[in-house]
């Protein structure tokens, strides 16, 4: 046990989610992750990108920016590299994530910044009342696909590995214990960690007995998560779904490459650039 | 011997022979003779196979702005650069090429000088696409100018390359012996060495996008992210290749979405950063711009405007994007627009636009233009600007921090991630004064008013330091951007007429621009085909220009052109 309540990340406003809904749990997984670890709040910033999984940010009491459409990783990329000494921790739908943001996750992954992305995955859109995401099944009704989906989902845990991203975890929601468990090892992790977490929408597309009846824990089947090659052919199961940690290494981050900026990190700097050398070829 | 104020020079070749580093080397050859430079170019979007030119014009004894129609000397690198720019010959011009170029006769009394630049860099043993420096030498050593000058300027641009500068070098030797040989039947009359004067003060020879990037520098600029976008890229460029001298963070990230909103993070952490792109990137960062103001979060923008619509012309120039940053984004909220019309105003600019940013922590757009960011001046040393305060708290707030407190200016304290004891929450939907979201209309409107109260400081400095003027008369030109320079060239030469350069668009100086025009017949010029000064004028001020000048073919006026518009518009 820790030293630290959770609860001292709770605002104390009244979550405005659906009754069952998948957010409760990953709420409480991360207070308790924060919690267990012992960080400070006013060292963590959470960002948050439009849907429902937007409102944690005003339900977490640490620093906040609840952004755009989508630019939940470049916002927080910027974050991280102006004040590397900040734990940041993006959060992001399917929507957010892979429909309007997918730009940037690949390279979010491939350049290592020191951020974690939680990504809330319902598998539908929950905030603009129940239309198709990329990673909706195929066939599904949904408010804008009235005769069935018929793109083929995307599989976020194989993008991210094959992106080179450095931490690749699925978490449930019905599995709190066990979520925070995989936050833990995010928060730990030197670099870009990613972090799916399936969760029912009760509203529009409730998948919990399917989910529930599906999972299996990585920890349990023995998988080693340095083998990128076993993370990839479990990422691609299907009738089975398995969750923990799929891959984890090491790699040069981000900030690393910009070692040059970092002391004191340009967040905290004072006076401005000499530039009177750089003047002289102009001359 | 008729007496010349200015020289022009222009460098013609094939994309990838060299044109513009060797124009940048006689350019720089002439500021060290203590002469007023001007360096600008034209090229197509590609990397090898294209015709591209520099003009390089130099006043003796007078300013020189902008480029002209005609010049004294072509350098002619291919057969191309000699028929393509014998009409661009003054009479008394000429043509110096290879002699294997010589093909079509040249027009009017023009004269071609054919010489064995080839055969000089077969002599030595160069590679081929070298002759552009023997060629510097010729011009260099007809002129009478002195050769260690220009020698300096060759080994500094090839720093670090210790055997191509010296082979340069060399090169440059054997073209200023065949030079100074010309000088005798030279068909041009321009006492250059008699105009040689190495005394007053040092001054710069600078292009704009540089100027922007050392002026945001000035101002704290800690964070810099762009995607590479023509003719904007050369400011990435700039800030990547000394960002590790300066200990700043330079960023290439995978699109413009990206860049802003990396930008707009690291300001909400506390660096001062900034952006750079064309009309097109920054179609993409509208979004983002408006979370800034939501946001309250300072970014300066840059624009360096390309003709549009969408693709546009990539290389050439135009100043069509006014309205459109102005106005750009859903919502209303402050934001401040700036347009520097010389490399000089643009460091000032760049150095006020991030410290505006910061005083009233919203979006700043810095609206320069290709003419602009890739043409070169000589200005006099930049001042020290240094870094204006904004308002950071010192105040430790237990939890959240009020950092959208309702404040009479409407600027909030402001504090950053990190801070002992304190937390602040930045939020793209309306929110409370901690930043938390609400829809009560009460509080809506209370943070409406509040963002918007801040217009009134912004409207006061607009006024004291949004217009610029040069001259007096019963007539007044309206001008704004790098078109002021072409202003100033074509009124050298017509009385009674003052330039009006509007440097602030948004919030528009309308007080002051009336009492420089009002009674006063006005002309305006721009480069765009719809008259957007023209329109602002008539928005703010109720006036109808008696006459508007547009060019919007991708190309700067010519001042010869400019000039006789005017002196038309003046006489009726």
Redesign the interface.
């Known amino acids: 046990m820790s030293l630290v309540d959770p609860s001292v990340f709770d605002?104390g406003?009244r979550p405005v989610w659906c009754p069952g809904c998948g957010n409760y749990s990953i709420l409480l997984a991360l207070r308790k992750a924060l919690a267990e670890l012992e960080v400070s709040?006013?060292?963590v910033?959470i960002?948050t990108g439009i849907g429902c999984h937007g409102r944690i940010?005003?339900y977490m009491?640490?620093?906040?920016?609840?952004?755009?459409h989508g630019?939940v990783?470049?916002?927080?990329?910027?974050?991280?590299?102006?004040?590397p000494?900040?734990l940041v921790i993006g959060h992001s739908g399917d929507g957010d994530a892979y429909a309007i943001g997918l730009?940037?996750l690949p390279?979010a992954a491939r350049r290592n910044v020191d951020v974690k992305l939680i990504v809330h995955d319902n598998m539908v859109f929950g905030l603009t009342t129940g239309q198709v995401t990329p990673t909706t099944p195929l066939g599904l009704k949904t408010r804008s696909t009235p005769f069935g989906n018929f793109e083929q989902p995307l599989n976020p845990v194989l993008l991210a590995l094959s992106s080179g991203a450095t931490f690749v975890a699925r978490g449930f929601s019905g599995e709190v214990e066990h979520l925070k468990e995989v936050f833990k090892g995010a928060i730990r992790h030197r670099g870009f960690a990613f972090v799916e977490v399936l969760q029912p929408c009760v509203t529009f597309f409730n998948t919990y007995n399917t989910l529930r009846r599906k999972i299996y824990k990585l920890e349990d089947a023995g998988h080693d998560p340095s083998d990128l090659e076993k993370a990839i052919k479990l990422s691609l199961e299907t009738e089975r779904i398995p969750i923990g940690i799929f891959y984890r290494t090491s790699r040069p981050t981000l900030e690393d490459a910009?070692i040059?900026?970092m002391?004191p990190?340009?967040?905290?700097?004072q006076?401005?650039?000499?530039?009177k050398?750089?003047?002289e070829?102009?001359? | 011997m008729e007496t010349v104020n200015n020289l022009g020079v222009m460098i013609a070749g094939p994309a990838g022979s060299g044109v513009f580093v060797s124009s940048v080397i006689l350019g720089k050859m002439f500021l060290r003779h203590g002469l007023s430079v001007f360096i600008t170019n034209e090229y197509p979007s590609l990397i090898r196979g294209g015709h591209q030119w520099a003009q390089i014009q130099v006043g003796f004894g007078e300013e020189v702005y902008a480029h002209r129609k005609k010049v004294d000397i072509v350098l002619a690198l291919d057969r191309i650069s000699v028929e393509e720019h014998v009409a661009d010959l003054k009479p008394s011009g000429c043509i110096i090429c290879d002699e294997g170029d010589v093909g079509a006769k040249a027009g009017n009394d023009a004269s071609i000088r054919p010489l064995p630049l080839r055969k000089i860099v077969r002599e030595i043993g160069a590679p081929s696409v070298t002759v552009n420096t023997v060629g510097l030498g010729v011009i260099v050593g007809a002129l009478g100018g002195e050769a260690d000058v220009a020698e300096g300027t060759i080994r500094e641009q090839f720093r670090g390359r210790g055997e191509l500068a010296e082979l340069n070098v060399e090169l440059f030797r054997r073209g200023y012996e065949l030079g100074k040989k010309l000088d005798g039947e030279f068909r041009l009359r321009v006492p250059i060495s008699a105009s040689l004067e190495r005394s007053g003060e040092a001054r710069l020879l600078v292009d704009g996008n540089s100027a922007v990037a050392l002026g945001a520098l000035s101002a704290g600029l800690t964070f810099f992210a762009s995607y590479p976008m023509t003719p904007a890229s050369p400011i990435l460029h700039f800030l990547a290749e000394v960002q590790r001298d300066l200990g700043i963070i330079v960023f290439q990230p995978e699109s413009e979405l990206a860049a802003i909103n990396m930008a707009i993070g690291a300001a909400y952490a506390g660096a001062r950063s900034m952006v750079a792109t064309s009309g097109g990137g920054f179609s993409l960062m509208v979004e983002a711009l408006g979370q800034a103001a939501m946001t309250e979060t300072p970014i300066l923008i840059v624009d360096v405007q390309r003709p549009g619509p969408s693709t546009g012309l990539p290389t050439h120039t135009a100043q069509s994007d006014l309205r459109f940053v102005i106005h750009a984004s859903q919502g209303e909220f402050p934001r401040v627009v700036l347009a520097p019309g010389d490399p000089y105003q643009a460091y000032v600019l760049a150095n006020r636009g991030l410290n505006l940013a910061w005083k009233y922590q919203i979006p700043v757009i810095l609206l320069s233009d290709k003419y602009l960011g890739e043409s070169f001046w000589t200005v006099s040393v930049f001042p020290n600007l240094g870094v204006e305060d904004a308002r950071v708290s010192r105040e430790r707030v237990s939890g959240f921090f009020p950092r959208y407190k309702v404040t009479e200016d409407g600027v909030s304290p402001l504090i950053f991630p990190g801070t002992p004891g304190s937390l602040v929450y930045a939020n793209t939907s309306e929110h409370d004064e901690y930043g938390f979201g609400t829809i009560d209309p009460l509080k809506v409107k209370e943070m409406q008013d509040k963002r918007l109260r801040k217009y009134q400081s912004l409207c006061e400095e607009a006024e004291k330091s949004g217009v610029e003027t040069v001259g007096s008369g019963g007539a007044v030109v309206a001008t704004w951007g790098s078109t002021k320079q072409i202003v100033l060239e074509a009124l050298k030469r017509v009385s009674g007429v003052k330039m009006v350069q509007v440097v602030w668009m948004e919030p528009f100086p309308r007080k002051k621009l009336l009492s420089e025009v009002y009674g006063k017949k006005l002309l305006v010029v721009e480069n765009n085909a719809t008259g957007q000064l023209a329109s602002l004028i008539r928005e703010h001020l109720l006036i109808e220009p008696s006459n508007v000048l547009l060019k919007y073919d991708g190309r700067q006026f010519f001042p010869e052109d400019v000039e006789s518009w005017i002196a038309s518009q003046v006489e009726g």
């Open positions: 605002t406003r709040p006013e060292r910033v960002v940010s005003e009491k640490t620093n906040a920016f609840h952004t755009i630019r990783l470049p916002l927080a990329t910027g974050i991280k590299l102006a004040n000494n900040l730009g940037h390279h910009f040059h900026a002391n990190p340009v967040a905290l700097r006076k401005p650039a000499d530039t050398k750089i003047l070829r102009f001359r």
